[in-house]
């Protein structure tokens, strides 16, 4: 990715941006039942009656996470950012006020701000999920608009590798790698138990 901040995930900036879970694309399939059977899910392993709780290690604009709680996982959502886990803040306490159901699905989740290599050797959650920023694509269309905003504001994630680490020793049955589908692999990073494909994006699930 281009590095816009020599600082990992930092920055300051973030008036351009929304976390928004009671309108728009998050809140029409929260209305009409989505997620169930998404690359997501299946990869963090829900099955019927199993809905384990979730470490969300990289949080961003916390879309993810939402989709996992919705489905009824306790989540515990980890922005280093202060500008992004402001945005949060302000998106789950809008959803709060939005009504029971919306206000039922982030009851189940839990915001931290700091750093996720240092909450998750405590927390030893059964999931964890890390969305790092991806690396730059080449030969294809740029990334969404909004996606070039986040980056700008949390800079290209160098620590990848070590929050990786952080992870696979953290979690007690699985950590799940968003990666774009035909990116090459994190470098130095082993290669996954197997990977589930989506339309742009591939979930590489690492079992411990």
Not at 19 to 35: L, N, P, T, W
Not at 83 to 96: P, T, V
Request: proline content about 7%; glycine content about 10%; overall charge positive.
């Amino acid at each position: 990715m281009d590095e816009p901040d020599a600082s990992p995930r930092s920055g300051d900036d973030a008036t351009s941006l929304i976390c928004d879970f009671a309108s728009g694309a998050v809140g029409h399939r929260f209305r009409f039942g989505g997620g169930r059977g998404e690359p997501l899910s299946r990869a963090a392993g829900f099955t019927h009656g199993n809905r384990p709780d979730v470490v969300d290690a990289t949080a961003g604009l916390g879309r993810d996470a939402f989709l996992l709680a919705s489905l009824g996982a306790h989540v515990t959502l980890i922005e280093r950012s202060a500008a992004i886990h402001s945005l949060l803040q302000d998106g789950l306490a809008r959803a709060r006020a939005s009504g029971p159901a919306l206000a039922a699905v982030v009851g189940r989740m839990t915001l931290l701000q700091g750093d996720a290599k240092t909450y998750l050797p405590d927390l030893r959650p059964p999931v964890v999920v890390v969305d790092p920023m991806h690396p730059t694509r080449r030969g294809t269309a740029l990334v969404k608009k909004e996606m070039r905003m986040l980056r700008e504001v949390v800079g290209t994630d160098p620590d990848a590798l070590d929050l990786m680490d952080v992870a696979l020793k953290s979690a007690t049955r699985r950590v799940v790698l968003k990666w774009p589908l035909r990116a090459e692999p994190m470098p130095g990073l082993r290669a996954p138990t197997y990977s589930i494909a989506g339309k742009a994006l591939r979930f590489d699930i690492f079992m411990v």
